[in-house]
């Protein structure tokens, strides 16, 4: 059986979001693991925040943005 | 053997990625240091620039890594550090560091134990970082913390052991791995306090600030195992007055 893509048409609705405060403009139906793609992040290598709540990567999949959500990504840096 | 939680170390030297040049060096002098515990910090991705990526060569080189939540100001900062960082590594390993005030980086001793009790409970393996306060650290080894780290002298100072009096009360005391860290600026500095029976130590400016921070790693590796291998050995006493090692037979004087 083949696995149809959604279609996106004219009629697809951009949401607004917050990344690492700043504006991004995104589809509606984009779940938290496509935004990360659509953003060239390393899904891997990253926590994700979401209005103040750590988001498991167990949960990015079924997790779709919402207008004005906030989310600040994290990442390991070098230090003592 | 060193044993924290339920991970096994044969190296007692622990270091941290800060301060290098270049990924590269700090790589191969983590690598000839022999460290299988290496510390890592967080924070917000830039989108512009991305990340160090120095993730993944650190994971490939087989290292443990330990994350730290340093930035934390407070134990609500510091709990949610540590939950990033286990989202992010998938560890509950984590190395507790709450110091507000950036001039010295002293830990904040109040915001620690709570922090501690509370990542404790979580299930973390929590690493605090202290001040070398004998009173502190046991009351972070009763709620649970899976070993201590006294400082020698303010972080990255190169000082030494400034604290060595209090240190060696804490080695007595304890029944949890003590890590000297902060402050260790000389190989020699880490053989005295593994010579006091500190169970390892953690270093990152005195290797990463040297001119060949390769070669200091190794400096580092064996000063580790030196102090350790004398402290097995047993040191001898510390005497307050001159003890004969010849025979004082007064025969110059017949």
Redesign the interface.
Known sequence: MTQNKPEHTASETLINIMLNDEHISVSSDSNISGLLQQQGIAANSVALVRNGTVLPKSRWKETLCRTGDQFEVFALVAGG | MLKIADHQFSSRLFT?????ST?AL?LEAITCSGSELV?????????KT???D???PLLSSGVK?L??T?GARNAKEAV?AA???R???DTNWIKLEIHPDPKYLMPDPIETLEAAKILCDKGFVVLPYVHADPVLCRRLEEVGCAGVMPLGSP??SNQGLVTETFLKMIIEQARVPVIVD?GIGAPSQATRAMELGADAV?V??AIASSRDPVAMGRCFAAAVQTGRDAYLAGLGHVLSVASETSPLTGFLND
């Open positions: 941290g990625t800060g301060k290098f990924s700090m510390t890592m910090a967080m924070k917000r991705l830039d989108l991305g990340s160090d120095i993730l993944a890594l994350p730290n340093s949610f939950e990033l960082a989202e992010i590594l972080i990255g902060a953690l990152n400016t």
